[in-house]
Antibody, heavy 120, light 106 residues
Framework: QVQLQESGPGLVKPSETLSLTCTVS????????WGWIRQPPGKGLEWIGY???????NYNPSLQSRVTISIDTSKNQFSLKLTSVTAADTAVYYC??????????????WGRGALVTVFS | DIQMTQSPSSLSASVGDRVTMTCRAS??????LNWYQQKPGKAPKLLIY???NLQSGVPSRFSGSGSGTDFTLTINSLQPEDFATYYC?????????FGQGTKVEI
């Protein structure tokens, strides 16, 4: 059974960098796309971006200048870095598998989510 | 960006009811449309992919339809565990976008 688990600091100071890691267990991280989605408290879902095992990425243009998603196949992990955070970046951050084929893709497996609060 | 508009924002229903909610895209997304269910404090769960395909393990009372700009999620015979918020998501164009959600309440 494939499982995803987010990890990282729950508190980040304004202007600093948010860093989260998603560890995939039960299957190899290879051959799939992997994504990050966030949800501010009490609000809807916002797509952050995704990465393929090759390292190619696709980011939300609204965050592109601040976001980096990377992958480490040796550790079966992928990571999110978001720089220059503000209170608006406070959210539950989910990692998810972006699965599909023939250009039709969807998030079929999700981590439990990690709440990150930007707080001075 | 493609805007995804869900309606209604919330609805009240009873166990056994047939419930229908809609998702409208601001431009054609063909069938690049997925539906997720989210319960409080939990991660979203994939219900329907590519507009009408039932994800493995999801009860058959859930169904999806539509193409182009207008899509529908139907729950036949609502069960107690179906009270949740439902989101649509388009994967046609970057940035991927989600609807604002439809909350199904008792």
């Amino acid at each position: 059974q494939v499982q995803l688990q987010e990890s990282g600091p729950g508190l980040v100071k304004p202007s600093e960098t948010l860093s989260l890691t998603c560890t995939v267990s039960g299957d190899s991280i290879s051959s799939y796309y992997w994504g990050w989605i966030r949800q501010p408290p009490g609000k809807g879902l916002e797509w952050i971006g995704y990465i393929y095992v090759s390292g190619s990425t696709n980011y939300n243009p609204s965050l592109q200048s601040r976001v980096t998603i990377s992958i480490d196949t040796s550790k079966n992990q992928f990571s999110l870095k978001l720089t220059s955070v503000t209170a608006a970046d406070t959210a539950v951050y989910y990692c998810a598998r972006y699965f599909g084929g023939n250009s039709y893709y969807y998030y079929d497996l999700w981590g439990r989510g990690a709440l990150v609060t930007v707080f001075s | 960006d493609i805007q995804m508009t869900q309606s209604p924002s919330s609805l009240s229903a009873s166990v056994g009811d047939r419930v229908t909610m809609t998702c409208r895209a601001s431009q054609s997304i063909i069938t690049y449309l997925n539906w997720y269910q989210q319960k409080p404090g939990k991660a979203p769960k994939l219900l329907i992919y590519v507009a009408s395909n039932l994800q493995s393990g999801v009860p058959s009372r859930f169904s999806g339809s539509g193409s182009g700009t207008d899509f529908t999620l139907t729950i036949n015979s609502l069960q107690p565990e179906d009270f949740a918020t439902y989101y649509c998501q388009q994967s046609s164009t970057t940035p991927q976008t989600f609807g604002q959600g439809t909350k199904v309440e008792i």
